[in-house]
T-cell receptor, first 113, second 111 residues
Framework: ELKVEQNPLFLSMQEGKNYTIYCNYSTTSDRLYWYRQDPGKSLESLFVLLSNGAVKQEGRLMASLDTKARLSTLHITAAVHDLSATYFCAVDIPNNAGNMLTFGGGTRLMVKP | DSGVTQTPKHLITATGQRVTLRCSPRSGDLSVYWYQQSLDQGLQFLIQYYNGEERAKGNILERFSAQQFPDLHSELNLSSLELGDSALYFC??????????FGPGTRLTVL
């Protein structure tokens, strides 16, 4: 059974600081997604990582994937209050029948002014 | 706006009742997925349909069922509701085995 673990589960940081969220998964996969969720809202797609060594950046967020280590990271640079949200990583293992996302537990990020 | 629509937005009902949640996928997407988000279980995959056929099944209870209709919209039926079924239910859609886009969700409260 695929397990996806994120850490930390909760992160409180000051504006302007840098931090990294980690996502480990237990089974070989080369498809990993990062989503953002604001309270009571839907999941917004941030990054799609489809191969070993993939790195994607959008604004102050950068995601990377190491399929050999089964690890993805989401790096936050110079955090701002607007980044406060819960971030989920999700691993997709498609097979002949279909595919489904297995989510990590989420990292709740609070950025303090 | 992802292009995936879900109705209703909120649903309040009593234990033992049955409800139906509805989802319309993005134009052109043949795959529809249902997920449940609760405080104790997190985000869990329930079931996937592709062009009307069930393709993958997750931790979906026997009291729950789903279907996808010829126009590709999908319905999730929850019966004999229990307090623990209170959760956010998300529908997502994709082209087969591609990135999934999530709808706004239906918040179900069972009293």
């Amino acid at each position: 059974e695929l397990k996806v673990e994120q850490n930390p589960l909760f992160l409180s940081m000051q504006e302007g600081k840098n931090y990294t969220i980690y996502c480990n998964y237990s089974t070989t996969s080369d498809r990993l997604y990062w989503y953002r969720q604001d309270p009571g809202k839907s999941l917004e797609s941030l990054f799609v990582l489809l191969s070993n060594g993939a790195v994607k950046q959008e604004g102050r967020l950068m995601a990377s994937l190491d399929t050999k280590a089964r690890l993805s990271t989401l790096h936050i640079t110079a955090a701002v209050h607007d980044l406060s949200a819960t971030y989920f990583c999700a691993v997709d293992i498609p097979n002949n029948a279909g595919n489904m996302l297995t989510f990590g537990g989420g990292t709740r990020l609070m950025v303090k002014p | 706006d992802s292009g995936v629509t879900q109705t209703p937005k909120h649903l309040i009902t009593a234990t033992g009742q049955r409800v139906t949640l509805r989802c319309s996928p993005r134009s052109g997407d043949l795959s529809v997925y249902w997920y449940q988000q609760s405080l104790d279980q997190g985000l869990q995959f329930l079931i996937q349909y592709y062009n009307g056929e069930e393709r993958a099944k997750g931790n979906i209870l026997e009291r729950f069922s789903a279907q996808q209709f010829p126009d590709l919209h999908s319905e999730l039926n929850l019966s004999s509701l229990e307090l623990g079924d209170s959760a956010l239910y998300f529908c997502a859609s994709s082209k087969f085995k591609y990135e999934q886009f999530f709808g706004p969700g239906t918040r179900l409260t069972v009293l």
